[in-house]
């Protein structure tokens, strides 16, 4: 399975972008897929994720800012961002398991494909 993330650019605060994560291989609605980032210095942190049936979950830090969706027909899941905020800043990835348990959904180790990051630069 090999995945495919774009979208990311310079924006200013309060703007808005959506990411893509397209999926090559394998159908992301029979699996989980998520979006993690990871800002200069820090440790990469789960976003949002949505799985089998559309459950989606959210980080509270994007909770009202964030939306991820999915679209079965193209195979891709996009992560709407607005509102955004220099906080925001860091390169996102977006990683699938088609395996995964549910109390492992916001955890980075419980995915096995990744994409490769997309930067997210907002400036203030």
């Known amino acids: 399975v090999q995945l495919q993330a774009s979208g990311g650019g310079l924006v200013q605060a309060g703007d808005s972008l959506t990411l893509s994560c397209a999926a090559s291989g394998r159908s992301f609605s029979s699996g989980a897929v998520a979006w993690f980032r990871q800002a200069t210095g820090k440790e990469r942190e789960f976003v949002a994720a949505i799985r089998r049936g559309g459950f989606t979950y959210y980080d509270e830090s994007v909770k009202g800012r964030f939306t991820i969706s999915r679209d079965s027909a193209k195979n891709t899941v996009y992560l709407q961002m607005k509102s955004l905020k220099s906080e925001d800043t860091a390169v996102y990835y977006c990683?699938?398991?088609?395996?995964?348990?549910?109390?492992?959904?916001?955890?980075?180790?419980?995915?096995?494909?990744w994409g490769q990051g997309t930067q997210v630069t907002v400036s203030s």
């Open positions: 990683a699938a398991d088609w395996q995964i348990i549910l109390s492992n959904i916001r955890n980075a180790g419980g995915y096995g494909s």
